[in-house]
Structures are given as C-alpha cells and as structure tokens.
C-alpha cells in the first residue's frame, strides 16, 4: 500500500530577525504507516547537502540518524522504499 508521505518544515537557518526566513535544513514527515513519524535534516547545511533520516516509532522509540543523502528528495524517496 502507498501512503501519503508529507514534509512539514520545522527547522530553518536565520536569515536576519525573521522567523524561518533562511533555507530549510529539516522537516518532519507524516502520514507514514502505524503511527509512525520521521525527520529528515541537513547536516551540512548552508553549503553542503548532508540530509540524513531519523525515523520515529509509534511508541517513541527511535533510530539513529542515516543516510547521506545529496537532496531532500533523495532522503525521502529511501524511507519510503525502506517503509514498503
């Protein structure tokens, strides 16, 4: 079954006085199956793409980071594959 996977942008670089007014460098992500959850972050963020994945337990329990990936995409096409 194919879930609806959605990015939720929950972390930012600061760009001034603005609020997540600088370039993403992690989301959370939901509608994966059983309750599960997951983040995805820039490690090498602002000037090197380093995304690694953390995936989140329905009971909270949870894995370390993996992956180094080149793009958002990258990381969130991985979990979606290691979720099937």
Not at 29 to 49: D, H, L, W
Request: charged share 20%.
């Amino acid at each position: 079954m194919q879930y609806p996977y959605t990015l939720h942008e929950d972390a930012w670089l600061r760009d001034g006085p603005v609020f997540a007014g600088g370039q993403v460098t992690g989301y959370k992500v939901s509608g994966m199956p059983n309750g599960k959850t997951a983040r995805i972050r820039n490690f090498g963020a602002p000037n090197r793409k380093d995304w690694r994945v953390l995936r989140i337990n329905a009971d909270n329990t949870q894995t370390d980071w993996v992956g180094h990936y080149g793009s958002i995409e990258d990381a969130l096409a991985a979990l979606q594959q290691d979720c099937q």
